[in-house]
């Protein structure tokens, strides 16, 4: 099993750039997740889909950010415009319904705005 | 959810047990203790959880206190590759909406 794939793995862009990342969540798992962590926040969710729905986007900072999951197997994070204070990690996980305990995290995509 | 308070950082012998102690006074009946932890530049990592009886796995044990009012997470045997943030998570387990807070953790360092 691959694991939770996300990329890029690192982006710098500049202040005002539209910025997309990406997520192909374990196969089979049917709940996703997008955190953002950092030093100053540590880990924070920002939504979670079931089903490629979304349940609960109250952690999404602000319009603009925006999440979407057209299939199973893929979703999307976008900031459009970026802003300098939008520099973090930002962490795709999945996991099953069923399964109570384990989210599986992916690498993270390390997020830089000048 | 419960609030969590754990040590900001400990350290640990290298082959020594390591002991991480998470306070969770508030917790409510129907709330499990999750415990993840998160080495440099990856992703969290699942390592255990439980309700009220202790419970032990391939990475680790977890002792809960009798109230339930705290817990402790035992590396038995910690390596260089444990040193990494424990975070000591209080939810509500099972269902769909399933949702983990991160508080800030305790830096474990496993020195040689």
């Known amino acids: 099993d691959a694991g939770v794939i996300q990329s890029p793995r690192h982006e710098v862009t500049e202040m005002g750039q539209e910025v997309t990342l990406r997520c192909k969540p374990i196969s089979g798992h049917n709940s996703l997740f997008w955190y953002r962590q950092t030093m100053m926040r540590g880990l924070e969710l920002l939504i979670y889909f079931n089903n490629n729905v979304p349940i609960d986007d109250s952690g999404m900072p602000e319009d603009r950010f925006s999440a979407k999951m057209p299939n199973a197997s893929f979703s999307t994070l976008k900031i459009q415009p970026s802003e300098p204070r939008d520099s973090a990690v930002y962490f795709c996980?999945?996991?099953?319904?069923?399964?109570?305990?384990?989210?599986?995290f992916g690498p993270g995509t390390r997020l830089l705005v000048l | 959810d419960a609030k969590t308070t754990q040590p900001p950082s400990m350290d640990c012998a290298e082959g020594r047990a390591a002991n991480l102690p998470c306070n969770h006074s508030t917790i409510s009946g129907n709330e499990y203790v999750y415990w993840y932890r998160q080495i440099h530049s990856q992703g969290p990592q699942y390592i255990i959880h439980g309700l009220k009886n202790n419970e032990t796995n391939e990475m680790a044990s977890l002792i809960i206190t009798e109230d339930r009012k705290s817990s402790t997470l035992i590396l038995p045997h910690a390596t260089l590759r444990d040193t990494a943030v424990y975070y000591c998570i209080v939810r509500v387990g099972g269902g769909s909406n399933y949702k983990l807070t991160f508080g800030k953790g305790t830096l474990l360092t496993v020195n040689p």
């Open positions: 996980a999945s996991k099953l319904w069923e399964d109570q305990e384990t989210q599986y």
